[in-house]
């Protein structure tokens, strides 16, 4: 029988959230192509007589192991080459300054700077800032062999060989992942539709999170490559198609839930056979065989289905014949233009800015006074800990401190053990994989697996073997400690702050979406549009919360008393698409009044969210026709507006 730990020795939920390693898949691909980018270089240097070239090759390769996280071809060449243009600038400017003393310090904490501030663009320009600010720290850290220009080109070269071999089956294979996407997203609303009516506590509004995520990525996918394609292209017209029609689906949902019956397996069936025609190409009857509907919301879910299967059996869709339903991007040029003047005038843009070069800028000042013995792993230690786009700062400096420890355990084994040379080469070949196939266990995973990859390359340049363990801990060490002081407890930013005005704010879009959803002149499209901007916006915060979650107290504390209040938004924007949909398929209308009561409701509450940070009583007097088919979105208000008062003892 286990034994249990004593009740003062059980550890915090915080931190076993820290400590649980995440479900993922291993991208057997991404595995092959770390294996080989990152050994290949080697094996070319220490032919060629320059295994510090080879190790510099390498290391460029190794931040493009870590970019390599696309599905669709299009999305590898952004993720990989427009960060490696950033590496390769950040390394010139530190090589630039390297030994210069103050100068160095002024050069890199600028850096930082603008680092931090493109971090908050998206998700390539926080990897561009993050190797802009890394290289130049290696640069100022590290003499570089030969001429000026052959560092960046090397590690520029290394991380392209990722694309390069990334990008090897995009002629036999263009178009496939943006069809696998979609497929995929048919599969996550075939187990929306069995978890419909389920007993199971959270089943259903785990699966609906999977859709919203699946969904926003296959738009993400399709919208991005349809903005690069000159022309109609007709095999990106059937993907949006197919997305759009598998909206109506996802929106009869939530009626056939609340409707607290299991659908018949054969809905759900329907939709996976549907996925399958959607990932082969095919096009032609698909045979569904669906049960007869005896309510308007089995009619509303039939209709979906018919709907959907029409889109994915046609032969030929007319582009003009449908629309974006979240609007088709802008061109790059001005996508740009609006990123940078939002990085300029933003006052987060700034705070995330000067946060992280007040810590760059205190590393640089304490190693340039105290010898510490390779010194730059202070800094790099730092920005990879500071990034809150990334996760927790807290959970990511204890993580890093874990993760460390652990990776200098295999790296003390393979400098103690293995000679220099060509037995680097199948090192490399064993340690390289582990990077992809454990980072998305989580960032510690990733620390451990990183750490002797970085070790081995670092002994191939300056050739210290096993004393640069001890000095590799003590840096990381005094990193995370730079990183929690002056990046996360001098910087208290309110926690209403960063979570609470963003609830407030889909509270308030969900008002205006109560609106929408009965009024006689809305646009359909647009009602869509934003139901989907409003699905998009909580699946944020619902990541917001789970990484404040992992927070000590209070932050933690925090989150865990507001988590149930994002979990009632949700489920009133899902009592409003049931409505909606149990209208559209014969239900009596609400009247404006009735509308207008839930709506009034809902801006209350979102006024009193942004005026605290606590949760706080309020009334909870919403009334109206029993029969009405806006019940169940009262009765979802009333709860939501419940949840804000303080449980009495």
């Not at 940078?340 to 800028?361: E, K, P």
Request: one cysteine or more.
């Amino acid at each position: 029988m286990p034994r249990e730990f004593p009740i003062g020795l059980t550890p915090p939920d915080w931190l076993v959230r820290n400590l649980r390693p995440q479900q993922a898949p291993v991208n057997r691909p991404a595995v092959a192509r770390a294996a080989l980018a990152m050994t290949l270089p080697l094996v070319i240097g220490l032919a060629a007589g320059q295994p510090t070239y080879g190790a510099l090759a390498s290391m460029g390769a190794l931040s493009g192991v870590i970019g390599d996280t696309a599905d669709a071809y299009r999305m590898r060449i952004l993720n990989i080459a427009v960060p490696q243009l950033f590496g390769a600038v950040g390394i010139t400017l530190g090589s630039a300054v390297y030994g210069h003393g103050w100068s160095a310090v002024a050069v890199v904490t600028g850096v930082a700077l603008v680092s931090g501030m493109i971090s908050t663009i998206g998700a390539v320009a926080s990897v561009s800032g993050l190797l802009l600010l890394l290289n130049s720290v290696v640069g100022a850290g590290l003499p570089m062999p030969g001429e000026w220009w052959l560092a960046p080109v090397l590690m520029t070269g290394g991380g392209l060989l990722v694309l390069l071999l990334a990008l090897l089956a995009w002629p036999l294979r263009s178009g496939v992942p943006e069809r696998s996407a979609v497929a995929a997203t048919y599969r996550t609303v075939a187990d929306l539709l069995a978890a419909c009516g389920s007993d199971v506590p959270g089943a259903y509004e785990d699966a609906r999170h999977t859709v919203t995520q699946s969904l926003n990525q296959s738009y993400d996918l399709v919208l991005a490559r349809r903005t690069r394609h000159h022309g109609s292209s007709p095999e990106l017209t059937r993907l949006i198609a197919q997305l759009n029609a598998i909206t109506p689906v996802v929106e009869a949902a939530p009626a056939a839930h609340l409707n607290g019956r299991p659908l018949p397996t054969e809905i759900p069936e329907a939709v996976r056979h549907l996925a399958r025609a959607v990932e082969a190409g095919f096009t032609g009857p698909t045979g569904l065989h669906l049960p007869d509907p005896g309510s308007e919301t089995a009619r509303a879910v039939d209709h979906a289905l018919r709907h959907a299967a029409e889109v994915v059996a046609a032969p030929d869709i007319d582009p003009r014949g449908f629309d974006d339903r979240l609007g088709r991007p802008a061109a790059p040029r001005v996508r740009a233009a609006r990123a940078t003047r939002d990085v300029t005038l933003s006052a987060g843009s700034w705070r995330y800015g000067l946060r992280l070069a007040l810590c760059i800028g205190l590393a640089q000042v304490l190693v340039s006074t105290v010898p510490v013995p390779r010194s730059y792993w202070v800094a790099l230690t730092i920005t990879f800990v500071l990034k809150p786009d990334f996760g927790s700062v807290f959970s990511r400096a204890l993580l890093r401190a874990l993760g460390t420890v652990a990776g200098l355990v295999v790296a003390a084994a393979v400098l103690s053990q293995v000679p220099r040379g060509w037995w680097d080469v199948p090192t490399m070949l064993l340690l390289a994989p582990l990077i992809p196939a454990l980072t998305p266990r989580g960032y510690g995973y990733q620390t451990a697996a990183i750490t002797p990859v970085i070790l081995l390359l670092s002994d191939i340049l300056n050739h210290q073997g096993t004393a640069l363990l001890l000095p590799r801990l003590v840096d990381s060490l005094i990193g995370c400690a730079i990183a929690l002081v002056a990046g996360y407890l001098l910087w208290p930013e309110s926690w209403h702050t960063r979570v609470g005005d963003r609830l407030a704010g889909t509270v308030a879009d969900t008002a205006r979406y109560v609106d929408a959803a009965f009024g006689p002149d809305v646009d359909p499209a647009a009602r869509a549009r934003m139901r989907r901007r409003l699905y998009r916006d909580l699946s944020v915060i619902r990541t917001e919360f789970q990484r404040a979650l992992t927070e000590p107290p209070p932050t933690g504390r925090r989150a865990a008393a507001w988590w149930p209040l994002v979990v009632a938004v949700e489920r009133i924007v899902d009592a409003t698409t049931a409505a909606r949909v149990r209208v559209k398929h014969g239900a009596e209308p609400p009247s404006e009044p009735e509308v207008g009561q839930v709506a009034l409701q809902l801006r209350e509450l979102a006024e009193g969210l942004r005026d605290t940070e606590v949760l706080y009583p309020v009334r909870t007097d919403l009334t109206g026709p029993p029969g009405s088919v806006l019940e169940p979105l009262r009765q979802e208000v009333a709860a939501a507006r419940a949840i804000t008062s303080p449980q009495q003892s």
